[in-house]
């Protein structure tokens, strides 16, 4: 059994270590779980945050961020055989009882281009229904709409233990707060992610203190100093209110996503 073992792994690491030459890190141990992106060197490293991504590399200008969308923590979407499958039916957010919607949590190949030096917009776009940024554990951000002009009233009922919920495509989501990054990996102070315009996501609290939408301008977020940015960055929060995370479009210009 262990010769077997050995025979099967030993090309494996050699391969590993020959793929150390162009990345700081070696590729994800699983694919609903991955710890270690492929990071390329050029990469600054705030963005070595972003834990659940396959690969991040930079050319200079934008931040290429790829990542599979799927949760690396417990949901009621996934299959019953998956080992992350959530039998849950209590409370979730904003005290709703849970309601499960009828699709189910699939792997996508997204690629996140994020502009490294964000800027604000001369004329600021309304972020679009799909992603719209993407979350330290690869999971993308959507907006405050669950369709053309529609709120998402209706489908909060539907968010999963961590507040988030699969559209039809089977695409994982987050329209709130990322529960699992705020309460289990890091904190509520902390950073949560980046828009696709390249400006951080923080979560709900500032330095321990909660942020309410009074505090936000229409993008819904301020310029200040945050512990990732100590000479002070715009940014936006996450609060427990409408509009959640973002307000009426990107403060500056977006990159692109695709999947
Ligand atoms: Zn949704
Ligand atoms: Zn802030």
Same mark, same amino acid.
């Given at each position: 059994?262990? /010769?077997?073992?050995?025979?099967?792994?030993f090309?494996?690491?050699?391969l590993?270590?020959?793929?150390?030459?162009?990345? !700081?890190?070696?590729?994800? =141990?699983?694919?609903?779980?991955?710890?270690?992106?492929?990071?390329?060197?050029?990469?600054?490293?705030?963005?070595?945050?972003?834990?659940?991504? =396959?690969?991040?590399?930079?050319?200079?200008?934008y931040?290429?961020?790829?990542?599979?969308? /799927?949760?690396?923590?417990?949901?009621? %979407?996934?299959?019953?055989?998956?080992?992350?499958?959530?039998?849950?039916s209590?409370?979730?957010?904003?005290?709703?009882q849970?309601?499960?919607?009828? *699709?189910?949590?699939?792997?996508?190949a %997204?690629v996140?281009?994020? $502009?490294?030096?964000?800027?604000?917009?001369?004329?600021? /776009?309304?972020?679009?229904?799909?992603?719209?940024?993407?979350?330290?554990?690869?999971?993308?951000?959507?907006?405050?709409?669950?369709?053309? *002009?529609? $709120?998402?009233t *209706?489908?909060?009922?539907?968010?999963?233990?961590?507040w988030?919920?699969?559209?039809?495509?089977?695409?994982y989501?987050?329209?709130?707060?990322?529960?699992? #990054?705020?309460?289990?990996?890091?904190?509520?102070?902390a950073?949560?992610?980046? /828009? #696709?315009?390249?400006?951080?996501?923080?979560?709900?609290?500032?330095?321990?203190?909660?942020?309410?939408?009074?505090k936000?301008?229409?993008?819904?977020?301020h310029?200040?100093?945050?512990a990732?940015?100590?000479?002070?960055?715009?940014?936006?929060?996450i609060?427990? !209110?409408?509009?959640?995370?973002n307000? =009426?479009?990107?403060y500056?210009?977006p990159?692109?996503?695709?999947?």
């Amino acid at each position: 059994m262990r /010769l077997i073992y050995l025979t099967l792994c030993f090309p494996l690491v050699l391969l590993q270590a020959c793929s150390k030459d162009a990345a !700081t890190t070696t590729t994800p =141990s699983s694919t609903n779980n991955p710890t270690s992106p492929v990071v390329s060197e050029s990469v600054p490293e705030i963005y070595k945050k972003i834990y659940g991504a =396959s690969s991040i590399t930079s050319d200079g200008t934008y931040i290429t961020i790829k990542t599979t969308g /799927l949760p690396d923590h417990k949901s009621s %979407y996934y299959a019953t055989t998956n080992e992350l499958y959530d039998n849950f039916s209590g409370t979730t957010f904003a005290g709703y009882q849970f309601q499960k919607n009828p *699709n189910s949590i699939a792997s996508k190949a %997204y690629v996140f281009k994020i $502009p490294v030096n964000p800027k604000l917009a001369t004329t600021n /776009l309304p972020t679009p229904l799909g992603a719209i940024g993407v979350s330290l554990n690869g999971v993308p951000f959507f907006n405050q709409y669950a369709g053309p *002009n529609q $709120p998402l009233t *209706n489908e909060i009922t539907s968010f999963d233990r961590y507040w988030g919920h699969p559209a039809p495509n089977s695409a994982y989501h987050y329209h709130v707060e990322p529960l699992y #990054l705020t309460t289990v990996k890091v904190t509520k102070s902390a950073l949560m992610g980046f /828009l #696709l315009d390249g400006f951080p996501v923080y979560g709900p609290e500032e330095n321990g203190v909660l942020v309410d939408n009074s505090k936000l301008d229409k993008f819904h977020g301020h310029t200040l100093a945050t512990a990732d940015y100590p000479s002070g960055i715009y940014h936006y929060h996450i609060t427990s !209110t409408d509009p959640y995370i973002n307000g =009426s479009g990107y403060y500056g210009t977006p990159g692109t996503v695709s999947q």
